[in-house]
T-cell receptor, first 116, second 110 residues
Framework: DTGVSQNPRHKITKRGQNVTFRCDPI?????LYWYRQTLGQGPEFLTY????????KSRLLSDRFSAERPKGSFSTLEIQRTEQGDSAMYLC??????????????FGSGTQLSVL | RKEVEQDPGPFNVPEGATVAFNCTYS??????FFWYRQDCRKEPKLLMS???SGNEDGRFTAQLNRASQYISLLIRDSKLSDSATYLC???????????FGSGTRLLVRP
């Protein structure tokens, strides 16, 4: 399977615990995005990377959230001291860098986080 | 006010019907426009890009009105398989960040 891969598919955790999600983009894609989606809403932008550089981060992203893409390949998203409001589907997407903003995003199947 | 606004629906139409969705965006500097489709409990997938001159892909027609800052999607001859949520998406300035609307839900009944 050469699509975007996310692990785990589901994560249940207790409030206050830390969680980490992993995303493996399509291999030749330079851009990698993290989005969050709750029921009845569209995906909400969190952050994106161009290779290993984190170029933009949402103001909605508190300091409990951190994302890395150390070698410009896979990425991790960590949430520290989880809160019930963090419960959502976390989507990763990648796109090739062909210049311009008119590019297709390829999404993974997401990680569904439930904070109890 | 959200940057991208859509009627949440649901639009409930019979097979074979023509249905249209509109989407408005607030930032006049928005550059690129798309429609994504999302099936229940699945990831979003690109349906089509939206070009200034309007564009068509089979039964789907997308149009952009920059002066009024809205985008439309027309689906002709609706199929049961068209049932999904349709997400309106824009990019702003020269950013590569895609901004999604909340989606319009379409239900096509037999």
């Amino acid at each position: 399977d050469t699509g975007v891969s996310q692990n785990p598919r589901h994560k249940i955790t207790k409030r206050g615990q830390n969680v980490t999600f992993r995303c493996d983009p399509i291999s030749e894609h330079n851009r990698l995005y993290w989005y969050r989606q709750t029921l009845g809403q569209g995906p909400e932008f969190l952050t994106y990377f161009q290779n290993e550089a984190q170029l933009e981060k949402s103001r909605l992203l508190s300091d409990r959230f951190s994302a890395e893409r150390p070698k410009g390949s896979f990425s991790t998203l960590e949430i520290q001291r989880t809160e019930q409001g963090d419960s959502a589907m976390y989507l990763c997407a990648s796109s090739p860098d062909r210049g311009g903003t008119n590019e297709k995003l390829f999404f993974g199947s997401g990680t569904q986080l439930s904070v109890l | 006010r959200k940057e991208v606004e859509q009627d949440p629906g649901p639009f409930n139409v019979p097979e074979g019907a023509t249905v249209a969705f509109n989407c408005t965006y607030s930032n006049s500097a928005s550059q690129s426009f798309f429609w994504y489709r999302q099936d229940c409990r699945k990831e979003p997938k690109l349906l089509m890009s939206v070009y200034s001159s309007g564009n068509e892909d089979g039964r789907f027609t997308a149009q952009l009105n920059r002066a009024s800052q809205y985008i439309s999607l027309l689906i002709r001859d609706s199929k049961l398989s068209d049932s999904a949520t349709y997400l309106c998406v824009v990019t702003r300035d020269s950013s590569y960040k895609l901004i999604f609307g909340s989606g319009t839900r379409l239900l096509v009944r037999p």
